[in-house]
């Protein structure tokens, strides 16, 4: 929901995404909002300037991610973490369901999803509520839905703040720490699997994780 102008690096970024996937074409959509009518209007935009007419899915990466100890939670810090990630993947399966119902559904989850995290109460609860979404739209509905719930990834998106102890700290629970350049190949792996959640980055050997599987 960020404008390309308000940052140089991410316009450069973008111009070099689009030239890594061989597409000019590519547009960038800010839009204020998650609301169904609001993704109708400026997606109907986008497709008309990329002279296509057809929605093939859509990839939800949102999230935010405040670390809170859970006695220090206020109602903001609980909205700001549903937001983007839980209600906005929310209004992406009823966009979809109401205007491109054969479509796919791909949400970038968290193990915290299943196992929780030390002072991310907020997030682990919206990302347990893609698991949720995920199920319903497989068995409801004619979307087919994966989410993807990553354990930590080393220098990138939100994980730029964690320090090297925290790193460590998700290491010695048993989530091994994934890289952009070695593990990125996943997506497509797992996008060839039939539509569900899948846990990815999980040391099933770790004496700490193992205590918590049940197979």
């Known amino acids: 929901r960020s404008s390309l102008e308000s940052s140089p690096a991410r316009q450069a970024r973008f111009q070099q995404l689009k ?16 609301r169904p009518d ?13 002279d296509s007419t057809r929605l093939d899915g859509v990839f939800h990466l949102g999230g935010q991610l405040d670390m809170q100890p859970l ?5 903001a810090h609980w909205q700001a973490a549903a937001s983007s990630k839980m209600v906005g993947a929310f209004d992406l399966a009823q966009y979809l369901q109401q205007h491109w119902p ?33 199920d319903f739209l497989n068995q409801h509905t004619g979307i087919r839905s994966w989410c993807l719930n990553w354990s930590v990834w080393q220098g990138v998106g939100m994980a730029q703040q964690f320090s090297a102890a925290e790193i460590q ?30 846990y990815i980055g999980v040391d099933a050997q770790s004496p700490a994780m193992s205590a918590q599987l049940d197979w």
């Not at 006695?71 to 109602?75: F, R, Y």
């Not at 968290?110 to 929780?116: D, E, I, K, V």
């Not at 995290?117 to 698991?131: E, P």
């Open 169 to 198: 700290m998700a290491r010695n629970k048993g989530m091994i720490a994934l890289d952009a350049k070695r593990d990125a190949g996943w997506l497509g792996k797992i996008l060839q699997l039939p539509a569900a959640n899948y």
């Open 71 to 75: 006695s220090d939670i206020e109602i």
């Open 102 to 134: 054969a479509a796919i559904l791909v949400q970038y989850g968290s193990l915290n999803s299943y196992f929780g995290g030390q002072s991310a109460a907020a997030y682990s609860v919206a990302c347990a509520a893609q698991v949720f979404l995920t």
């Open 38 to 50: 609001t993704l109708h209007a400026g997606l109907s935009s986008a497709l008309q300037q990329l």
């Open 19 to 34: 030239m890594q996937l061989g597409q000019p074409e590519m547009v960038w959509l800010c839009l204020p909002d998650f």
